[in-house]
T-cell receptor
Framework: AQSVTQLDSQVPVFEEAPVELRCNYS??????LFWYVQYPNQGLQLLLKYLSGSTLVKGINGFEAEFNKSQTSFHLRKPSVHISDTAEYFC???????????FGPGTRLSVLP | EAGVAQSPRYKIIEKRQSVAFWCNPISGHATLYWYQQILGQGPKLLIQ????????DSQLPKDRFSAERLKGVDSTLKIQPAKLEDSAVYLC??????????????FGPGTRLLVL
């Protein structure tokens, strides 16, 4: 069964600084990878997803992520964060032809002025 | 396009009481999911429907939780009786169809349950 690790539970960063949120997964088969964002008291919103093809995936709000199969990682990056990016970020994995999404524990990004 | 609707948004009950949550997925979405999100954790799948049939309920505590999607559209999740550890946000999500795992899930705003 697949699993997801997000090593950083909290990431504080100053406004306009770059940020990287780390995600590692384990699976015995090929996978699809997703990043979701959750603003306070709201549901999850898809930021981006990797299904196949280019390993660099661009999403909404200026975020991008890179799939690294050898390191089983899918780290999320943004070159310059805004206060409005303050939220909880979840990495999720779904096995190819699998049915279940498995979410990581989340990383709380706090953007400081 | 209307998103996934959930009600109520908040619910406070005492332990051993019953509670029900309602979800209306995006129109035309065949697959519906219920997740439990405990504070500080990622969502955990409780049950997955394809139309009105159950695809996966392996993580649903069936002694107290039940869910139905009788007409293949909206769905109800019930807890009876509730325990303190059921305090969580219950998220509903839907996707167009269940294929090879490529489908994007769209989430509702969630129902925040507090059991006292």
């Amino acid at each position: 069964a697949q699993s997801v690790t997000q090593l950083d539970s909290q990431v504080p960063v100053f406004e306009e600084a770059p940020v990287e949120l780390r995600c590692n997964y384990s699976s015995s088969v090929s996978v699809y990878l997703f990043w979701y964002v959750q603003y306070p008291n709201q549901g999850l919103q898809l930021l981006l997803k990797y299904l196949s093809g280019s390993t660099l995936v661009k999403g909404i709000n200026g975020f991008e992520a890179e799939f690294n199969k050898s390191q089983t990682s899918f780290h999320l990056r943004k070159p310059s964060v805004h206060i409005s990016d303050t939220a909880e970020y979840f990495c999720a994995v779904r096995e190819n032809y699998g049915q279940n999404f498995v979410f990581g524990p989340g990383t709380r990004l706090s953007v400081l002025p | 396009e209307a998103g996934v609707a959930q009600s109520p948004r908040y619910k406070i009950i005492e332990k051993r009481q019953s509670v029900a949550f309602w979800c209306n997925p995006i129109s035309g979405h065949a697959t519906l999911y219920w997740y439990q999100q405990i504070l500080g954790q990622g969502p955990k799948l409780l049950i997955q429907f394809q139309n009105n049939g159950v695809v996966d309920d392996s993580q649903l505590p069936k002694d107290r939780f039940s869910a139905e999607r009788l007409k293949g559209v909206d769905s109800t999740l019930k807890i009876q009786p509730a325990k303190l550890e059921d305090s969580a946000v219950y998220l509903c999500a839907s996707s167009f169809r269940l294929t090879s795992g490529r489908e994007t899930q769209y989430f509702g705003p969630g129902t925040r349950l507090l059991v006292l």
